[in-house]
């Protein structure tokens, strides 16, 4: 998005185009980079951002991660073994 934030992260059913789930970051961050399911559930997603060439003043949590209650289960990620 280079700093046109808000930004925000969508579950959408890829067969009907539906939005299931959207992830609203609550503040103006606005480089999202990668996101992932964890907790004892897989029930909350964890936002990752960056901070690159941002100012820190309108942007004070860009570099942070964030964790949403989703209330949609998601998968486990698998383990890199290096084999």
């Known amino acids: 998005r280079n700093g046109a934030g808000p930004s ?3 579950c959408i059913d890829a067969s009907t185009g539906e939005v299931l789930f959207t992830a609203n970051v609550p503040d103006s961050t606005s480089q999202l980079t990668c996101c992932c399911f964890g907790g004892p559930n ?3 997603l964890f936002i990752s951002s ?3 060439n941002r100012d ?3 942007e004070p ?3 942070c991660v964030y964790a949403v209650k989703v209330g949609i289960k998601g ?3 698998k383990r890199f073994r290096g084999e």
């Open 75 to 77: 998968c486990l990620e």
């Open 50 to 52: 960056a901070h690159i």
């Open 8 to 10: 925000k992260v969508q």
């Open 42 to 44: 897989l029930d909350i």
């Open 61 to 63: 949590y860009g570099g």
């Open 56 to 58: 820190r003043e309108k």
